[in-house]
């Protein structure tokens, strides 16, 4: 229970990955800020965590606006008083030949994966430097940014970009206290487990697909008010995939 009292605002956070990172920290004492635009399955999770007894808010966002935004941390001050860790968590893929994608879906992915971020550090920035604990920045990223799949051209290249800010942010925000890191998530299921093939386990050599739980652990770990050090980094969660050399036979 130690980030009991602390305000995390989770960017992205209705479904998958974003949603299991608000019930843990929920789980762990946090005060959660939910914001994502899928009103819906963001009230309900609220509903779902208020009901295991944590403290939970949701604002309807577009995050590609920056007006958005800028309320968002707003009404995070105006219920909880501080702001302490951001997971800029939201993100889309458009996977189309490069000759078929459109430069308005070029911008929208760009928008809402990268632009983001920028957007909610700024607005955040002022409250997170005056966490008691130190302010903390988890972004998500991708194994997508150092290698890729065809006609991933938008979302690959917003995920390398996630990458160099994540350090770049680092070095600008440590005189303040503020630590920034990366998570790059592999094959994460957000789906039925359970039809999970033994073949698509055996892949990786931990042995097994990985799971929202593993992004959330990993997030708890590099916002501990214990990591007073680490930062700039960008980890790598895919149960060493990545470092598998796989050849056709």
């Known amino acids: 229970m130690n980030h009991v009292n602390q305000t995390v605002i989770i960017t992205g956070a209705a479904n998958g990955i974003g949603a299991e990172l608000a019930r843990t920290y929920a789980t762990h004492g946090a005060n959660v800020v939910l914001a994502d635009i899928d009103q819906m399955t963001g009230d309900e999770l609220v509903q779902q965590i208020e009901e295991d007894g944590g403290t939970a808010y949701f604002y309807h966002l577009d995050i590609q606006h920056e007006k958005d935004v800028q309320l968002l941390i707003e009404k995070a001050i105006e219920h909880t008083g501080r702001i302490d860790i951001v997971i800029n968590n939201a993100g889309i893929m458009i996977r189309k030949p490069l000759l078929e994608l459109s430069l308005e879906e070029w911008d929208r992915v760009h928008h809402t994966n990268l632009r983001s971020i920028f957007l909610t550090t700024k607005a955040a920035t002022p409250y997170l430097k005056q966490s008691k604990s130190g302010g903390r920045?988890?972004?998500?990223?991708?194994t997508r940014a150092f290698m890729s799949e065809p006609h991933t051209e938008s979302y690959a290249s917003t995920k390398g970009g996630i990458f160099a800010l994540t350090h770049a942010l680092a070095v600008s925000l440590g005189e303040d206290g503020i630590l920034v890191n990366a998570i790059a998530p592999g094959w994460i299921e957000t789906g039925d487990y359970q039809e999970l093939s033994p073949e698509d386990h055996s892949q990786h050599p931990a042995g097994r697909v990985g799971k929202p739980?593993?992004?959330?652990?990993?997030?708890?770990?590099?916002?501990?008010?214990?990591?007073?050090?680490?930062?700039?980094?960008?980890?790598?969660?895919?149960?060493?995939?990545t470092r598998k050399m796989i050849y056709e036979e």
């Not at 920045?137 to 991708?142: C, E, F, G, P, Q």
């Not at 980890?235 to 995939?241: A, F, P, S, T």
């Open 137 to 142: 920045i988890v972004n998500l990223a991708s």
């Open 213 to 241: 739980s593993d992004v959330a652990r990993a997030a708890l770990y590099l916002t501990h008010p214990d990591n007073d050090f680490l930062t700039g980094e960008t980890l790598v969660l895919d149960g060493g995939m």
